[in-house]
Nanobody, 121 residues
Framework: QVQLVESGGGLVQPGGSLRLSCAAS????????MGWYRQAPGKQRELVAV???????NYADAVKGRFTISRDIAKNTVYLQMSSLKPEDTAVYSC???????????????WGRGTQVTVSS
């Protein structure tokens, strides 16, 4: 069974920084893509940043220049370094990964439960 567990959320003042982590565990043969989405109250879930294996990083326009996604492939972990945070960044941030569990399996999407990020003075 595959699990994605996020950590690092919390309350931060505008202009501050936070670093989110997400570790994938369980029966994993390979991970194709890892990334982050977020959902604010009353809004749809939106892409924050995605980092495919060997591919090009993709960021939402709203976070370009402020957020940085990175991966530790050996640890099956993805990070989101968030800087210059704004109140509109307040949301539940969820980790996302496309994972192959067994040889010849199709890659499937998995989600973490999310971690709350609140930007407020």
């Amino acid at each position: 069974q595959v699990q994605l567990v996020e950590s690092g959320g919390g309350l931060v003042q505008p202009g501050g920084s936070l670093r989110l982590s997400c570790a994938a565990s369980g029966s994993i043969r390979s991970i194709n893509t890892m990334g982050w989405y977020r959902q604010a109250p009353g809004k749809q879930r939106e892409l924050v940043a995605v980092l495919p294996s060997g591919g090009t990083t993709n960021y939402a326009d709203a976070v370009k220049g402020r957020f940085t996604i990175s991966r530790d492939i050996a640890k099956n972990t993805v990070y989101l370094q968030m800087s210059s945070l704004k109140p509109e960044d307040t949301a539940v941030y969820s980790c996302y990964a496309v994972i192959v569990v067994r040889l010849h399996d199709l890659p499937l999407p998995y989600w973490g439960r999310g971690t709350q990020v609140t930007v407020s003075s």
